[in-house]
């Protein structure tokens, strides 16, 4: 793989990170609710999704939806079910008030926002298509495993980073008051846009 392909993957695989969609969606709202630690193990759970996707890609994911194009549906109602059940719960939540809480005691453990982060990315059946597709279509023929290998790692750095950075922005204390203040508003907002999400995924 030659030093110009490498980035252009890199360059494409952090564009369609930074692109509006669940990830992000869920980045800005445990920054909100939970902190910046969380929103790191959040970051962090999305980053190894993203991996997980890219890895079977390489392993012939396109090839499967392919042969087996029902997976893919099935794939797309699932994620689609998960982001509905999301949002159900943040517009069912969003009159009760939001615990006060510091820095140094945030209410969800890195553990769990970990595995948030990972759910949240393997349910979104567009990460599914880009990386068996779009993605794939970056990577010249034998590629060597050293540059395979540095292309999953920036990858992972790339959701990593912006994601943490939209969970470092939302978890700021003067962007928590607002949101303290506004609380079933933006609730149902984050909500709405998440329900949306999931139909678009069921219908497209």
Known sequence: MTLTAFVASVLICFLAAISPGPAVLMAARV???HGWRSGLAL??????GAIMWAIAALLGL???FE????????LKLVGACFL??????MWRHAKTPMETVSDDHLPQSPLVAFRLGILTQMSNPKA???FGAVFLGTIPENSSAW????????IFLGELAWNTFVARIFSFEKTRRRYINLKHVIDRIFGGLLAALGVKIAAT
């Open 62 to 64: 396109s090839v499967l």
């Open 31 to 33: 920054g909100l609710m």
């Open 43 to 48: 970051a962090a759970g999305i980053g190894a």
């Open 147 to 154: 540059a395979l290998a540095a292309l999953l790692v920036c």
């Open 67 to 74: 042969y087996a194009p029902a997976l893919l549906t099935v």
């Open 84 to 89: 509905l059940l999301m949002a159900w719960k």
């Open 128 to 130: 599914a298509v880009f």
